[in-house]
């Protein structure tokens, strides 16, 4: 299965508003069989999901 996932690139989307910022970039990825177990068992986890990378 492949996992979904999506990046924000914060460094580009400032570079078009004319502004400058090091290289920051976040993925989020999604994974429906384990987040939904987790949701299960506790929804307050809902606050830290989806999984992130900052990069």
């Not at 078009?16 to 506790?42: R, S």
């Not at 307050?44 to 900052?54: D, E, H, R, T």
């Given at each position: 299965?492949?996992?979904?996932?999506?990046?924000?690139?914060?460094?580009?989307?400032?570079?078009?508003?004319?502004?400058?910022?090091?290289?920051?970039?976040?993925?989020y990825?999604?994974n429906?069989?384990?987040?939904?177990?987790?949701?299960q068992?506790?929804?307050?986890?809902?606050?830290?999901?989806?999984?992130?990378?900052?990069?």
């Amino acid at each position: 299965m492949q996992l979904p996932f999506f990046e924000i690139d914060h460094k580009k989307n400032v570079e078009e508003l004319g502004l400058e910022l090091n290289n920051c970039k976040v993925i989020y990825f999604w994974n429906p069989k384990v987040c939904t177990i987790l949701l299960q068992k506790n929804i307050s986890i809902a606050y830290k999901l989806p999984p992130i990378i900052a990069l």
